[in-house]
């Protein structure tokens, strides 16, 4: 090691970085003193270290507002490679020891997030020591996250072919034709895919997975889909279509009580249910943490324990 970063190292302490992080995150001394279980002052002290040791600012005020410096924003990088290595070797002492243990940070697309909580009761109750934290995202987001590789596994449908993605499909995700009930479409003998298309379609904002469903199906069909409105959430659609606003194509997991209590409808529709997966996805160049695998390894093993579980769900909902 040379000598001017050995000096440095020697100055550094964990301490410094783990208040540097806290304040980093915060933007405020008295935030990280709280988070921390330090005054003030004992803060404002570790930053001050810190930025002797390194000879320059980290933070500044403008008025009464914290800002981090360019230098700040370059130890962030930093300190945040340090944590999560750390992290790291935690994770991989436990996997020597026979434990899974560490974060487990989800990804999933909204349309995923009516799974998600089955797939975990009985992962957490096979891993209690691993801590999973979900976000619930639209498609885009979820995939500029597996661009920046921000997280551990995304959860979603229909995975860009033309990525390198590893993926593991595990369920059908069934998309649906509903309508209110009392609708016109209803009382037809058959409904084409056309008129039903054509009946005030409410639908998911563009880049959403589901909408992304139905427009590859209408270009496979040669049909012409006009949205009436657009929502930005599969609970938006449904309540938009339970207010009467139109018609929709959901999945059929996130109307199941609407289904069971009569107040929406399926809608006897050639070429439906639209069938995708769900799939469990990562980069390729990512190498498992050992809460990832554990957790990649439960879904395989389970595949056909959750088409059971979701097809006894399902069945309640007609």
Not at 41 to 62: C, K
């Amino acid at each position: 090691m040379p000598l001017s970063i050995q000096k440095l190292a020697n100055r550094l302490t964990f301490r410094q970085l783990q208040v540097f992080k806290a304040v980093y995150d915060l933007k405020s001394y008295s935030r990280a003193g709280e988070l921390l279980g330090l005054t003030q002052p004992a803060v404002s002290s570790q930053v001050r270290h810190l930025e002797q040791a390194l000879g320059t600012p980290m933070f500044d005020y403008v008025g009464r507002q914290l800002y981090c410096t360019a230098a700040g924003e370059e130890m962030a990088a930093c300190v945040r490679s340090v944590f999560r290595e750390l992290a790291d070797v935690q994770n991989r002492l436990a996997a020597l020891e026979g434990r899974v243990a560490g974060d487990l940070r989800l990804v999933a697309v909204s349309t995923a997030q009516y799974v998600v909580p089955y797939l975990l009761r009985s992962f957490l109750q096979l891993n209690p020591q691993v801590h999973v934290s979900v976000a619930v995202v639209n498609r885009a987001v979820a995939l500029q996250r597996l661009n920046d590789n921000s997280d551990d596994l995304v959860i979603m449908g229909m995975v860009p072919p033309e990525r390198p993605l590893a993926s593991l499909p595990f369920l059908d995700n069934e998309l649906i034709p509903v309508v209110p009930a009392g609708h016109p479409l209803l009382e037809l003998e058959s409904v084409s895919p056309q008129v039903f298309l054509d009946s005030q379609l409410l639908v998911r904002e563009q880049g959403s997975g589901s909408r992304l469903a139905l427009e590859v199906f209408c270009q496979q069909q040669r049909l012409k889909m006009e949205p009436g409105i657009e929502l930005g959430s599969n609970d938006a659609v449904k309540h938009a279509v339970l207010a009467g606003l139109g018609v929709a194509v959901v999945p059929k997991l996130s109307v199941l009580s609407e289904l069971a209590l009569g107040s929406l409808r399926v809608v006897d529709i050639v070429g439906f249910p639209l069938r995708r997966s769900w799939c469990v996805v990562y980069p390729q160049a990512r190498h498992p943490t050992p809460a990832m695998q554990a957790f990649i390894d439960y879904i395989q093993q389970n595949i056909g324990q959750f088409e059971r579980l979701f097809r006894r769900l399902s069945a309640h909902g007609v």
